[in-house]
């Protein structure tokens, strides 16, 4: 099976920028394509953007369009989220998932990370 640890994770005020990071197990990483998702306190884990296994197309949620941007290295078993223009709305837990396609769907995604808490300051 695939492991996953997010990094990266904190507090920053609005407008600000960060990045995290999810580090996958084995060498069958290049294999999966990847997705990020997040939960806020009260509401249902929703879709942030995925990305396919080559790397060569991504999707956004409306809500992070134009701000949050994912990317992989796979000779490093990484895959990256960069949010810039950081809104207080953005404040949720964020988990990066593994699955056999790229995907908004959560039950596409059989490989979860445990999850890193980002708060977003007004």
């Known amino acids: 099976q695939v492991q996953l640890v997010e990094s990266g994770g904190g507090l920053v005020q609005a407008g600000g920028s960060l990045r995290l990071s999810c580090a996958a197990s084995?060498?069958?990483?290049?294999?999966?394509?990847m997705g990020w998702f997040r939960q806020a306190p009260g509401k249902e884990r929703e879709f942030v953007a995925t990305i396919t296994w080559s790397g060569s197309h991504t999707t956004y949620a409306e809500s992070v369009k134009g701000r949050f941007t994912i990317s992989r290295a796979n000779a490093r078993n990484l895959v990256y989220l960069q949010m810039n223009s950081l809104k207080p709305e953005d404040t949720a837990v964020y988990y990066c998932?593994?699955?056999?396609?790229?995907?908004?769907?959560?039950?596409?995604?059989?490989?979860w990370g445990q999850g890193t808490q980002i708060t977003v300051s007004s």
């Open positions: 998932a593994a699955g056999v396609v790229s995907s908004t769907i959560l039950r596409e995604y059989p490989y």
């Open positions: 084995g060498r069958t990483f290049s294999s999966y394509a």
